[in-house]
């Protein structure tokens, strides 16, 4: 597929890397390409099939946009990539963002909307999925634990992108579990509350686990 990645961040220059190097062919947008290239190298070079340009040149041509940048950017990234323009009509937009606010709780919209259902009014004709946004790059990079695949959400309101999303899920070598329809980003938001607060300390007394551990669906 082409896919364009919208953010240099951990969680974007990641899975990028880790789908250019499975053979996709993956543009990094970003807003100062010079800059966004040592970003997503990592501290090493591109894999073969993966660039880095703007975001309007990212998302030309592209199958499948994955968003991830931090949540108060989300608005300006998607203006840069064409969203206003019809850049982004048709085009399978993955949803990897959190709507963090202080004190690690959600910031949802006036009627309890969910990130994942305000990005697809800010793209409202872009076919948009919530992924990859309840867990830690570290398990992006690394899905399996014990030998055994680690759990991936994803909620959609198209059958089509949820598809391909599912694909590109498995192919990191996560478990992918359909969660429903696009409103159902609300329940992945708080999933992806619970896995920072447990990483980072939950309170209470109770010990922070770091970032090594993942959700996993154990099923009968």
């Not at 030309?60 to 994955?66: F, H, I, K």
């Not at 993955?94 to 994942?116: H, M, V, W």
Request: net charge neutral.
């Amino acid at each position: 597929m082409r896919v364009a990645v919208i953010g240099a961040g951990n969680v974007g220059g990641t899975l990028g890397r880790r789908w250019a190097e499975l053979g996709h062919q993956v543009a990094f947008g970003v807003r100062r390409p010079a800059e966004g290239a040592e970003a997503v190298k990592g501290g090493g070079e591109l894999p073969a099939g993966a660039r880095v340009a703007t975001s309007i040149q990212a998302v030309r041509g592209a199958d499948v946009v994955l968003l991830a940048t931090p949540w108060g950017a989300v608005p300006d990234a998607l203006r840069e990539a064409g969203a206003e323009s019809g850049a982004l009509d048709g085009v399978v937009l993955i949803d990897a963002t959190n709507p963090l606010a202080a004190g690690l709780r959600l910031d949802t919209g006036p009627k309890g909307e969910s990130g994942g259902e305000r990005v697809q009014a800010l793209a409202p004709r872009a076919r948009v999925v919530k992924a990859f946004n309840t867990s830690g790059f570290n398990n992006m990079a690394r899905p399996a634990y014990d030998g055994a695949a680690t759990m991936m959400c994803y909620a959609g309101d198209d059958a089509g992108a949820k598809a391909t999303a599912r694909e590109l899920i498995a192919a990191l070598g996560f478990d992918p579990v359909d969660a429903g329809p696009l409103s159902r980003s609300r329940e992945l938001e708080h999933l992806a509350v619970l896995w920072i607060a447990l990483a980072t300390g939950p309170g209470a007394g109770a010990p922070a686990l770091g970032r090594e551990f993942a959700f996993r669906l154990v099923r009968r």
